[in-house]
């Protein structure tokens, strides 16, 4: 391998690709027999199993009354993991990822620009199943890929009786935060009883041989790819969206390396240096480009946006390089970056609502993929 001259790290689900996949199996659920589904709208169900991960994160001491201290953002996975196991085979999720990669526009292009400096490291969430099959898409090796390994055929070994715990989580607690309008705090302390207090179910056992890389795991990672490449962590640059990327873009900020919220939530923004609004995955090449003078970058860009924020032409060439210039006129896009270190907290609010407006945009876009 030849040695990049630069490091950057790349969470996937978000700043590479639209997809949710774990999101995308929950709806499948309704389709399985295995656990006889059908009648329950399963997407909802992953949507009150993330959003009890969130309350985990987010609430102080909730860890800690758990006795839950390893606890990272992104157990979502783990939490879903025997549903999964029981109704899927790994040969059905490898189907499935390559089915729809959902790359967002301009991914293929910037990453074969990088490519060509760039160390490209993926840290993800997601599933080996999909990060392996997107990452190979654009060429990054498998070596290069920070993931949650989901070994189905080998989880299943030790999967003999899980319905009554679905009855329990699904058709018992589901069912009353259906009942509840979907209030989660109606539901919580039935959640904690059953995956932290509740005697070690099937279920359980399941979940628990499953590590996702979320939370420290990123930061974890990120710390052995700088001793792999020899290269500083002050020196990398890391793109994250959620709460799932929070030790890794609160280490480079920490560090003094450049940490984007890409479109992210508030999650990410409060804890990057730096916010990318962007409908296309190129609009992040100014920043790559400008890595070593990046606050005199910034300054220049915010200090100008007015003046080309709705027409690329009127971006002033010696602000960005004319290989970039031209990509934006060509698709008729511009991003909006902006340094979060010199922000105030109303300015810092404007961000993340600009920030989850794309967001959603680009989540709906999915639906027109094929």
Known sequence: MNKKRFCCCWDLEGPISVIDFAAELGKKLNNKLELNLHEYNMGEFFTMISNYDDYIIDVPGVKEKLNIPEYQPGDTLRLMAPLYTSCFTDEELLSLAKSNLGLLPGCREIMKILQKDWDIFVISTSYTHFAYTVTAALEIPQDHVYCTDLNIQQLKKGLSNIEDAVNVLI????????????????????????????????????????????????????????????????????????????????????????????????????????????????????????????????????????????????????????????????????????????????????????QEKMRKFMKGWTSKLG
């Open 171 to 354: 058709r018992d607690i589901f069912k009353k935060y259906l009942l509840n309008n979907k209030d989660l705090d109606s539901i919580v302390e039935d959640l904690n009883d059953f995956f932290w207090i509740s005697p070690e179910s099937d279920y359980i056992r399941i979940m628990n041989q499953v590590i996702v890389r979320g939370g420290k795991g990123k930061e974890l990672a990120v710390e052995e790819i700088s001793k792999r490449t020899s290269i500083p962590i002050s020196e990398m640059i890391a793109l994250g969206d959620s709460i799932t990327d929070i030790n890794m873009l609160q280490r480079l900020s920490d560090d003094g390396g450049i940490a984007i919220s890409f479109n992210g939530n508030r999650f990410s923004v409060e804890h990057a240096n730096v916010a990318l609004t962007t409908s296309n995955c190129f609009g992040v090449l100014p920043i790559f480009q400008a890595n070593k003078s990046i606050k005199n970058f910034l300054e220049n860009w915010e200090l100008n946006f007015k003046n080309f924020q709705n027409d690329p032409n009127n971006i002033p060439n010696d602000l960005i390089s004319q290989q970039c210039k031209d990509f934006f006129i060509k698709y008729n896009f511009i991003p909006e970056i902006v340094n979060l270190t010199n922000k105030s907290k109303e300015q810092i609010k404007e961000i993340i609502s600009k």
